[in-house]
């Protein structure tokens, strides 16, 4: 029970410190990005993807953003992985979906990925590529934040409150916050089955 008691214990200390100014700053740009027809490519790996595949639903269903995530056709990343390398796949498959200016990035990642270290090099060139061509960036990250808060527009960083615990508590936050953005009365666009039955 002691785990579970002080797992619990970090959570509440995550919610007190996060920067719900940041959120609203995501927010209003998604606001905008919707007025002007942009897009959302959602880039993660591991939890990360997963995570994707489920805000890319959301984010369509929910908020009537259009939507898209490069893990969710397995055949096309293959593919780029193969021919290409797995450090390119992600940019190549945004320039094949013509990412434009009135589009936006959103990263889930733990660390943010670091060009130094060679950590999530993929993300990281389409975060480049995305700057290059002025596309809206954000993030929901862990740990420093690392390349993605250096260059977003909007960034959360899930606080550490324990270095044993950053992945769980970052991918599950990820989720916290994506939901609350497609709920809030500014983005969604559609009525949630469960809130619409009496």
């Known amino acids: 029970?002691?785990?579970i008691?002080?797992?619990?214990?970090?959570?509440?200390?995550?919610?007190?410190?996060?920067?719900?100014?940041v959120i609203g700053k995501m927010v209003a740009e998604l606001k905008i990005l919707r007025e002007n027809n942009g897009r959302v490519f959602?880039?993660?790996v591991g939890g990360g993807a997963g995570n994707a595949a489920h805000a890319v639903n959301d984010f369509r269903k929910i908020a009537s953003i259009e939507s898209y995530a490069p893990t969710d056709n397995v055949s096309?990343?293959?593919a780029r992985i193969n021919d290409d390398g797995w450090n390119t796949a992600f940019v190549k498959w945004l320039k094949g979906s013509r990412l434009s200016d009135k589009d936006g990035i959103f990263v889930f990642s733990v660390g943010g990925g670091n060009e130094e270290k060679n950590i999530s090099a993929n993300i990281v060139a389409s975060l480049k590529y995305a700057k290059e061509i002025e596309a809206k960036i954000f993030g929901i990250v862990g740990r420093d934040g690392g390349y993605t808060a250096r260059v977003a527009d909007a960034c959360v960083i899930i606080p550490t409150v324990n270095p044993e615990t950053v992945t769980s508590h970052t991918e599950a936050f990820q989720a916290v916050i994506w939901h609350?953005?497609?709920s809030h009365p500014e983005i969604k666009a559609s009525e949630m089955k469960w809130e619409s039955v009496k």
């Open 1 to 3: 029970m002691n785990y």
């Open 5 to 21: 008691n002080e797992y619990f214990k970090e959570v509440h200390k995550i919610v007190d410190m996060i920067d719900a100014e």
């Open 42 to 44: 959602f880039l993660g």
């Open 76 to 78: 096309e990343l293959t």
């Open 180 to 182: 609350l953005i497609v």
